[in-house]
């Protein structure tokens, strides 16, 4: 009887054992998992530059002068890409992310990577002054500017785009106006093109 006793009593220890490892596992496993969603989204619109993101502080210093580089933050600034990351704060955003199983959208990489400047990049190419808060910014179409913005390259087309300056076509925009938008409607270049227009060829 006390044999049979001491053997349930051993069972039942190497049972608590077994069972609190597998706690530990599964423990392991969900960790893992936060840690994934944590991580940038594999097909990040912004992929790893050869040149730092400085934000739209620095490019508005002269592209609010008509005289330097002309008036483009002021069109940008009324647009919807410069309110981008906000929109992430409004109800609908809210109610879209819960479908997805999203707490807070402005915090989410899943929502994020297409609101914001560079997200997922390496911070080394990232400079402290870009912020979530400017939403879809200059650098967003036109790449890095740390190594174009000087006024000398910039005026200089050919150099700037060896720089980093990206003239942007259809392929830009389509790394966000894509089917993976949750609000996604057809995107047709022309047209948005003309919506965001910030640039006056018959001038030049
Ligand atoms: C020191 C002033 C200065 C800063 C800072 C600056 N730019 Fe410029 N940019 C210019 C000037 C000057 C031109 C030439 C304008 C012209 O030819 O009429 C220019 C031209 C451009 C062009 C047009 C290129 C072409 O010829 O088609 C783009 C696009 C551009 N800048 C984007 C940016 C972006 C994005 C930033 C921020 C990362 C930036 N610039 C920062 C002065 C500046
Ligand atoms: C980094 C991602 C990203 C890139 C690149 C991008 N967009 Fe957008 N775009 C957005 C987001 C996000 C919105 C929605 C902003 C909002 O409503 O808050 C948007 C909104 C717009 C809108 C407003 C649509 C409406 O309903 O009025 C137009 C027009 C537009 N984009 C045109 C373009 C064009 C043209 C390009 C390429 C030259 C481009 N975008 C590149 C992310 C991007
Ligand atoms: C959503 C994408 C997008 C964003 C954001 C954006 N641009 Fe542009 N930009 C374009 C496109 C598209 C063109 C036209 C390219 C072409 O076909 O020549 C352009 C053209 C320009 C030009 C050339 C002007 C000319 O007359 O030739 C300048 C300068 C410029 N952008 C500066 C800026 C600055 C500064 C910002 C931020 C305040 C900005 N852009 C934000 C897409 C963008
Ligand atoms: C693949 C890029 C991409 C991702 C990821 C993305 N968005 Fe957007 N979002 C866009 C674009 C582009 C627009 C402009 C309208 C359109 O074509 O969908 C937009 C527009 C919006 C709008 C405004 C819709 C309107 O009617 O004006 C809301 C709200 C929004 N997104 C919420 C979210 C939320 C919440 C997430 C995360 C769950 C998210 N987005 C993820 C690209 C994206």
Redesign the pocket.
Known sequence: MRKLFKKIIAGCIILMFVYTIRIGFVKAEEKEEKKEEAKP?KES?FREPEHQYVGVKKCKICHKVKKIGGEQFQVWEKS?HAK?YE??G?E???K??KE?G?DN?QE?G??L???TLAFGVDKKWVTEDVTKEEGVSCEACHGPGADYKDKKIMQDKQKAIEKGLVIPNETTCTA???S??????E?KYEEFKEKIKHWDKEEK
């Open positions: 989204p619109p919807k981008a929109t992430l409004t609908e955003a809210k879209i992310a997805r999203i959208p989410d899943r929502c990577k297409c609101h966000c106006h894509n993976e938008s949750p609000t996604y409607e995107f």
